[in-house]
């Protein structure tokens, strides 16, 4: 039997958020007959995944990434070792092969979703470079950004985006143990839009 494993974080308010960006809020109301609820939201809030548009201003919006990309056979790699961010040195043992689906488990998974951390595990820039050379479907790492907090090298977003190869940010693996399993990530279909929210489970 199959095992379903929800890897996205809880989304209500006073989850983290990454700064500079819109905070989480619920707004419900009772009507006549039925609850209706006002949501504010960032495109990057929570679990999310990045469409080139996010770095390329004529790049593919979220409603354009492949679905192709989005859902399939897919690697979770252990890097709950390294210190702050990961390098072509940490993924070269794994072997990388054309067309995979790469997630990285961190020590960001034992991160608590309501603070937001500024020494979180990111991926470094040639390691970026390096995925994209790899020609890799798409990559996910457990923190709300693939690049480090204040960084100038953009390359984690511009060396995997350029290629169009969707990242998906703001991964829950704390539960998931390396190894295979079967990807679905699915944003909301906001036409033209930078990146988008989305519900990711992985299926053994």
Not at 100 to 119: A, G, M, P, Q
Request: aromatic residues 6%; positive net charge; charged residues 25%.
């Amino acid at each position: 039997m199959s095992k379903i494993i929800d890897i996205s974080w809880p989304m209500a308010a006073g989850v983290a958020v990454y700064p500079g960006n819109p905070v989480l809020r619920i707004a419900s109301r009772m009507g006549k007959t039925s609850v209706h609820s006002e949501i504010t939201i960032g495109s990057h809030t929570g679990t999310h995944v990045d469409a080139p548009r996010h770095v390329f201003e004529r790049g593919q919006g979220v409603d354009e990434v492949s679905l192709d990309a989005l859902m399939g056979p897919c690697r979770v790699l252990d890097g709950t070792k390294v210190k702050s961010a990961v390098t072509v040195a940490d993924l070269r043992p794994y072997r990388i092969r054309v067309g995979e689906r790469i997630l990285v488990k961190t020590k960001n998974s034992r991160l608590d979703h309501k603070v937001f951390y500024t020494d979180y595990v990111y991926l470094d820039g040639e390691a970026a470079e390096w995925l994209a050379a790899q020609r890799i479907k798409l990559f996910g790492i457990d923190y709300l950004s693939v690049k480090q907090r204040g960084s100038a090298d953009n390359r984690p977003h511009t060396a995997l985006l350029g290629k169009n190869i969707p990242i998906i940010e703001g991964l829950d693996l704390h539960a998931v143990k390396p190894g295979k399993y079967q990807l679905i990530a699915l944003p909301l279909k906001f036409i033209g839009l930078d990146g988008a929210p989305a519900r990711v489970v992985l299926v053994k």
